[in-house]
């Protein structure tokens, strides 16, 4: 056992992270607590110039042309997105690792690259994005918010960093995460928790929920880049296993091969995300990463090849769910197979507590029946245990494919069904604690299809959105969430939906939900 | 238990077998036990025609133009091939199930097609191909050799089996394994034995081995389609995972799915493997399998764009083998950890015992210590044991990637070392009972790389190919290998090498065959 107190050390690192934050951007004008929405705040904070608020109200397509032709330089972008960062994590909590001297430096550098030799570094070049902790950054802790893993400096680069350095990014921070990484809320004995800046009485979601603040890049397994995409407002896209480089990543549940985490992107526009996409596939990452697919962006699939070319797309409006439940128990029980051993070897050595509850109740709770909380089971299981659920997973991924198939019978298009549209969860985002299950979400990880979250433009309006009349239940769960709407509690809370393809149909999802968010935007006036 | 003692099960089976093939074709002349290499009997065997031996020796893509222009029909070409195979079953015993009339009306349709509407019907039109006993067939049996499985029969056939005869492929028998297909040899208590037509004395190898004898396809997770493919002088490619539909296919040890074992194609001539994998490719496989990547063929990378188009290639002569023995024991941990329960699951419902041993003298074994044999622990492993092996092979991956990068220092190309070249095994098929261990190959499943066993065309000749004096052992087993080698025991066998290329390098890695090919055969003058 550790000398010091865990609390004692989180207590070291969160005042390590204080310091890192540059002095003369810590605000004395932070809105009340009693102030939920703080979307607006950050333009009228004093902080920023016009200029920087111009800058971080850009689109990113916009953004890259203007360093790319010098117009705005990375120095300049940086500041901007570190400022807003910065005003943001006082407002939400939503940092954890801040290097922005470094990122300065390295902005610095790509200007002169710039200047001296006419030509950008990539088709990133000088934009600054953000980390979900998880992905390395040479010298700097990946803590994932267990107070054992504080003080373990990474010795070089997750591959996706260096990827995103030679498209010419600036790593500027890195972002908040549950502890183990298995909710859908964002809370953790080091770093505490990211509230919503639509609402701050709601979660901003999670694994991701860190990101969901800002723009960069989560991980999802069960719906943690799409739920804080879609509790915030963002695009966030979960593509297919082996698209996205994964290598040196920190993560929990490692060797765990047979239900994936993913990284993505979060964005405030769709460009941004296929910007991200392309870029990433630019850099051959299957030649850094062995378990990326030696799959290049297909243009050919981005115009929709696979789905009609320019011809109606066809969404089955009323989709039929094929044993959902079925395939929520295969990859919890997958996961439940050694979750409970490996939690606690990253727990039991700073002797911090398993986290089985996300109220905000808890966060000084009686940690008694711990070790009891979704998606794990103490007991275990045996390798062959664990195999013959992974068949049976195996087994439902067939009968899916065979269910998706069949829609051709009534699609009219000649094709099956191009894509479904589905709710991202069975709410928007939650007060603080309440967000109990990913299950509108995890069926595609189930499934390694791939999927994006996109923003509806709207969100909760109490005087509309009152609550309906009791429904018959389809589950307990079915009625905890109707039971815990109440309008007023969701003010403001952004709507968003699902966009979900099939394996590794990243380009088609991303050209399907341009369709769906131009028409989304023609109709809302947005 | 069954009523039947599982001998009696077994023997009604292979009595069912016995009875599939047409009587007119069971030989009286077959060569006498002594006579070792029987590949020439075929042809004097009074069984086939003139034309049907001329058919029989074209090569598969002269044979598809033949078809395709009505040359010659599909019956007369199917006939052709299913007497030769039962005339390779009398001398070497390769196949399993034997449905030659089912496989004549099914060419007769295809003829009837090509007549009425002068079209093929696919790529692979009229040819016949055989299938490892592994991939479903509506309406046969694949018993994988086990007694308790006898008598299930499929009702669907597998993705690859709809496949090939979407392509205009007629398959006519199924080939034999190994139980529990964990061995480089092939015997089991249904179907006994199958052998080396080139040495009868010696193992045809193993898993795929009735594919050895003959040409279709096989599955490999160790080597099972290069070894046979290099015991027996045949062209032979383990894909990396996810290019050829494993759908629908039995297998043993189902839903571990870490190290996975694939489908791949053994042949005469390496264009038959390439016509294989494009017309398998051309039917969108990813829209029937769901573990099939979306990857189509890819006629650029077969042309070798990412290995320098028409210049030199590189192979790294003396290639520094990284931690093999690291990467053989967590591939064989990660099957171990449920291997025990999952062939006590198929062989105790019949009471047949588990195969400990593939030497002759084991035919009629004593059985005790049977459950003590490769790549089985009886005490398993847990799945959290299970993920930290994982884990480390995850790892081992990304520095096996790194190793390979980083020969880009040594090759003068400007790009690493194309591929690798090596040996399929440390021997030559070896004499029954004493192939051990496929570590030549099962090295390249573990980094899921794509590889080729590819014939010199050579074979081993007594008089030159002499015992060399002992060397330094680096392991018992190569001390093993070394002892048992006796220039006459291996008189015939075939010498053959293997083509390594990374990940989902299928294009690359045939393309680059034919260069070696056209080498060796220039060469040696064949």
Redesign the interface.
């Known amino acids: 056992m550790p000398s010091k107190h865990w609390t004692e050390i989180a207590a070291e690192k969160k005042g390590r992270q204080a310091a890192s934050i540059p002095k003369e951007w810590i605000l004395t004008n932070l809105p009340s607590k009693d102030t939920l929405n703080v979307v607006g705040f950050p333009e009228k904070s004093g902080l920023l110039t016009a200029k920087e608020v111009e800058i971080t109200n850009t689109e990113v397509e916009v953004l890259l042309d203007k360093l790319a032709q010098g117009t705005w330089s990375s120095v300049e972008v940086t500041t901007a997105f570190s400022k807003r960062a910065i005003i943001a994590h006082q407002l939400v909590n939503c940092l954890t690792e801040i290097f922005i001297e470094r990122a300065l430096v390295r902005a610095a550098e790509l200007d002169e690259h710039l200047r001296t030799t006419g030509k950008v570094v990539g088709p990133l070049h000088g934009l600054p994005i953000s980390l979900k902790d998880q992905v390395n950054i040479k010298g700097l802790e990946s803590t994932l918010g267990y107070v054992s893993w504080i003080g373990r400096y990474a010795d070089k680069n997750a591959v996706l960093a260096d990827i995103l350095e030679s498209c010419g990014a600036v790593l500027y921070v890195k972002t908040n995460v549950p502890q183990t990484l298995m909710w859908i809320e964002t809370y953790n004995h080091i770093f505490g928790r990211t509230l919503n800046p639509h609402n701050r009485s709601l979660t901003s979601g999670g694994s991701s929920g860190g990101e969901g603040a800002l723009i960069g890049v989560g991980s999802d397994i069960a719906g943690s880049v799409r739920i804080p995409a879609a509790f915030n407002g963002l695009y966030g896209l979960s593509p297919s296993h082996?698209r996205i480089p994964y290598?040196g990543c920190v993560n929990t549940?490692?060797?765990?091969?047979?239900v994936l985490s993913v990284l993505g992107p979060l964005a405030n526009s769709l460009s941004a995300i296929k910007k991200f996409m392309k870029a990433v596939s630019s850099q051959t990452p299957?030649?850094?990463?062995?378990?990326v697919?030696?799959?290049p962006w297909d243009e050919e699939e981005y115009r929709l090849s696979d789905h009609g070319k320019d011809g109606p797309l066809c969404f089955v409006i009323d989709w039929k769910p094929l044993k959902h439940g079925e395939i929520y128990n295969a990859i919890v029980n997958i996961w439940a197979?050694?979750a409970a051993?490996?939690y606690h070897a990253s727990i039991l050595p700073s002797g911090e507590p398993l986290i089985a509850n996300m109220s905000p109740a808890a966060e000084e709770p009686d940690y008694s029946g711990a070790t009891v909380r979704p998606f794990v089971r103490p007991e275990?299981?045996?390798?062959?245990?664990?195999?013959?659920?992974?068949?049976?997973r195996?087994e439902l991924?067939?009968e899916?494919?065979d269910h998706w198939?069949a829609t051709v019978a009534s699609t009219g298009t000649g094709r099956p069904v191009d894509a479904i549209i589905s709710p991202c969860a069975a709410h928007v985002a939650a007060p603080h604690g309440m967000a109990k299950t990913p299950s509108y979400t995890m069926i595609w990880n189930a499934?390694?299809y791939t999927s994006l979250a996109l923003p509806t433009g709207l969100s909760v309006d109490p005087a509309l959105d009152t609550k309906k009349p009791a429904h018959k239940f389809f589950t307990e769960m079915d009625k905890v969430n109707y039971d815990f709407y109440e309008a007023n509690t969701f003010k403001d809370a952004p709507i968003s939906i699902q966009v979900i393809g099939?394996?590794?149909?990243e380009e088609a999802v991303i050209a399907i939900g341009e369709v769906i968010d131009f028409s989304l935007k023609a109709h809302s006036g947005i």
Chains 1, 2 share one sequence.
Do not use: C, F, H, V
């Open positions: 082996g290598a549940s490692e060797g765990q091969d047979s299957w030649l850094k990463d062995p378990l697919i030696r799959k197979a050694g051993e490996d275990g299981a045996t390798a062959y245990q664990l195999w013959q659920t992974q068949r049976k195996t991924r067939q899916y494919l198939n499934l390694d099939q394996n590794m149909e």
